[in-house]
């Protein structure tokens, strides 16, 4: 059965940067995108951007550009999510999530079971 | 950009029927996908592309869009489906183009 594996809780102090990490299986890698998204405390979600195994192509929500860099090790079957310069508002639970399709984003059919990233001095 | 706006809460009787609507300047021509959050647990797709089912989603779930409005139903209400509901649609047009709803409480009485 397809499974998302993601890394664990960390803690970070503002302006420091932190890299999630989210294992695939019972799947071909390479056959889907993966998505990233983050939920707030109390929030609704927010779309960071998307990756694909398949050729390594990215897009990213504009507003976190800048910060965001989204990564895949195919060996592996791992993706990664790298967020830098933190403020305390990128406190959320980050989730990967697979995407349908390969070649472009579709719909985010499984996800992992979030890692929650804390920002505070 | 686009903004989905859901109620924030639903409450329903056990048996009876759920509608959570999301709406949004001509969502009707895009497709929205819904999912289901239990706390603290990561979302779960119940329906894709409007009105399609994942494998192993009950039947009672269904969807609908049109115009301004999508809409998620859910017959025969059990206790379990005491949830979080979020809507989320693409949109390759808009500066932000991947957009999910505000999110409605369905509470089960």
């Known amino acids: 059965q397809v499974q998302l594996v993601q890394s664990g809780a960390e803690v970070k102090k503002p302006g420091a940067s932190v890299k999630v990490s989210c294992k695939a299986s019972g799947y071909t890698f390479s056959s889907n995108g993966i998505s990233w998204v983050r939920q707030a405390p109390g929030q609704t979600f927010e779309w960071m951007g998307w990756?694909?195994?398949?050729?390594?192509?990215?897009k990213y929500e504009l507003n976190l550009q800048d910060r965001v860099t989204l990564t895949t090790d195919t060996s592996t079957s791992t993706a990664y999510m790298e967020l830098r310069s933190l403020r305390p508002d990128d406190t959320a639970v980050y989730y990967c999530?697979?995407?349908?399709?390969?070649?472009?984003?579709?719909?985010?059919?499984?996800w992992g079971q979030g890692t929650l990233v804390t920002v505070s001095s | 950009s686009h903004v989905l706006t859901q109620p924030l809460s639903v409450s329903v009787a056990p048996g009876k029927t759920a509608r959570i609507t999301c709406g949004g300047k001509?969502?009707?021509?895009?497709?929205v996908h819904w999912y289901q959050q239990k706390p603290g647990q990561a979302p779960v797709l119940v329906i894709y592309?409007?009105?399609d089912r994942p494998s192993g989603i009950p039947d009672r779930f269904s969807g609908s869009n049109s115009g301004d409005t999508a809409t998620l139903t859910i017959r025969r209400v059990e206790a379990g489906d005491e949830a979080d509901y979020y809507c989320?649609?693409?949109?390759?047009?808009?500066?932000?183009?991947?957009?999910f709803g505000t999110g409605t409480k369905v509470t089960v009485l």
């Open positions: 989320q649609m693409w949109d390759d047009n808009s500066d932000h183009p991947y957009v």
């Open positions: 001509d969502v009707g021509s895009k497709s």
């Open positions: 999530a697979r995407d349908a399709s390969a070649y472009d984003i579709s719909v985010a059919d499984y």
């Open positions: 990756i694909t195994p398949y050729s390594g192509d990215t």
């Open positions: 592309y409007d009105d």
